[in-house]
C-alpha cells in the first residue's frame, strides 16, 4: 500500500518580470547620475576630433568660441576687451589652465586673439577640447 503525502511539493520558480522592473529603475537611475557627473560649463559646439588625454583639472574655465565669433567663459558672455578681466577674477585661487573649445567653423583669427587675451590675463596652460574618435 502506498501512502499519499498530505502536502504536494513544487519546485520555486524564479520570477522574472520584477527583476527586469528593478533592472530598468536601476539602469536609469545610473544614467541620470552619470549625467549629473559631468561638467556642462560649455555651450555645444562642433569641436574637432583627435586624440587627447583625459583632463587633469577638478573644475576647469572653459572658454567657448562659436562659429560666429561670439565667446563665453563658463557660459558667461565675453567680448575680445572684457576676456581679460573676467578671466582674471575667474582664476584668482586656482590653477592658471584654461580648456578652449572653439567650433571647428570658427576663424582661426578669432581663436588666436582670445587665446593672446587669456595669456595677458594670467592663463599659463591651455588645453584644446575635442571629440574622441
Keep these: 500500500m502506498k501512502l499519499k503525502r498530505g502536502r504536494d511539493y513544487r519546485r520555486g520558480r524564479i520570477e522574472i518580470i520584477p527583476m527586469i522592473d ?4 536601476l539602469l536609469v ?18 569641436l574637432p576630433k583627435g586624440q587627447a588625454e583625459a583632463l587633469k583639472h577638478k573644475e576647469p574655465v ?8 561670439k565667446l563665453f567663459l563658463d557660459k558667461t558672455p565675453v567680448t575680445i576687451d572684457t576676456l581679460a578681466v573676467t578671466l582674471k577674477g575667474m582664476l584668482q ?11 571647428t ?6 581663436v588666436v586673439q582670445a587665446m593672446l587675451a587669456a595669456r595677458r590675463a594670467g592663463v ?8 574622441r574618435e
Design 105 to 110: 567653423a570658427a576663424p582661426e583669427g578669432a
Design 62 to 69: 572653459t572658454l567657448t568660441i562659436t562659429q560666429d565669433k
Design 124 to 131: 599659463e596652460h591651455f588645453q584644446i577640447a575635442v571629440k
Design 22 to 25: 528593478v533592472m530598468f529603475f
Design 29 to 46: 537611475t545610473f544614467m541620470l547620475a552619470s549625467l549629473a557627473m559631468q561638467s556642462l560649463n560649455s555651450f555645444t559646439v562642433n
Design 93 to 103: 585661487g586656482q590653477d592658471q589652465g584654461l580648456v578652449v573649445a572653439a567650433d
